[in-house]
Nanobody, 118 residues
Framework: VHLVESGGGLVQPGGSLRLSCEAS????????MGWYRQAPGKQRELVAT???????NSADSVKGRFAISRDDAKRTVVFEMGSLKPEDTAVYYC?????????????WGQGTQVTVSS
């Protein structure tokens, strides 16, 4: 299973960015997909996830600013980030909880840098 992330980059405070992540490979079911982030010197933290039922979970720090959605046919999760703040600067990692021939496992993308700075 591979997770390919796209999007990210440099944006000014108050700006917007769109991240997407596509899962490929041998997959039976995708239970949830989402995004975590890790800022320098900090632990990786959950930003937002979405289950196969469409239920979402997000960090309090991003509620009202970020929105997550998924396209099961394309095995893709999209993350719309708005009203970005410098404290949103981090490497963002796509996360997928899936089942395949090896059973149920969690997979991670390689990470994409998001920098919010003027």
């Amino acid at each position: 299973v591979h997770l390919v992330e796209s999007g990210g980059g440099l944006v000014q405070p108050g700006g917007s960015l769109r991240l997407s992540c596509e899962a490929s490979g041998s997959i039976f079911s995708i239970y949830s997909m989402g995004w975590y982030r890790q800022a320098p010197g900090k632990q990786r933290e959950l930003v937002a996830t979405i289950t196969s039922d469409g239920n979402t979970n997000s960090a309090d720090s991003v509620k009202g600013r970020f929105a997550i959605s998924r396209d099961d046919a394309k095995r893709t999760v999209v993350f719309e980030m708005g009203s970005l703040k410098p404290e949103d600067t981090a490497v963002y990692y796509c996360h997928a909880d899936v089942s395949n021939y090896s059973g149920r496992r969690v997979f991670w993308g390689q990470g994409t840098q998001v920098t919010v700075s003027s």
